[in-house]
């Protein structure tokens, strides 16, 4: 199982980017992808985490309104969309899966961690 995160970039504030998060060894029918982030000084944090098959969502309270999760099953590759960026979403973003549907947006529950790409937002 392989995780390939790319997107990542230097972007100033209220920009967008387009993180992907390529799967290979494995498909995404089974699996489930949630993005994390970890900022200068701080822990991880889930940020969006697919809850369901159905297409169910999590986002955390700080980018609701600003990111989508999203998938292609038929490239094995999901995506996290973010507009409006500001500079307190500056981290290193990770992509992550989870085998069968997650319960909450805990780092515990994945099993598959992909490298990380920095997000630099300037203001």
């Known amino acids: 199982v392989q995780l390939q995160a790319s997107g990542g970039g230097l972007v100033q504030s209220a920009g967008s980017l387009r993180l992907s998060c390529a799967a290979s060894r494995f498909t995404l029918d089974y699996y489930h992808i949630g993005w994390f982030r970890r900022a200068p000084g701080k822990g991880r944090e889930g940020v969006s985490c697919?809850?369901?098959?159905?297409?169910?969502?999590y986002y955390a309270d700080s980018v609701k309104g600003r990111f989508t999760i999203s998938s292609d099953k038929s490239k094995d590759t999901a995506y996290l969309q973010m507009n409006n960026l500001k500079p307190e979403d500056t981290a290193v973003y990770y992509c992550?899966?989870?085998?069968?549907?997650?319960?909450?947006?805990?780092?515990?529950?994945?099993?598959?961690w992909g490298q990380g790409t920095q997000v630099t937002v300037s203001s």
């Open positions: 697919h809850t369901s098959s159905e297409g169910g969502a």
């Open positions: 992550a899966a989870a085998p069968g549907v997650v319960a909450s947006c805990s780092e515990d529950e994945y099993a598959y």
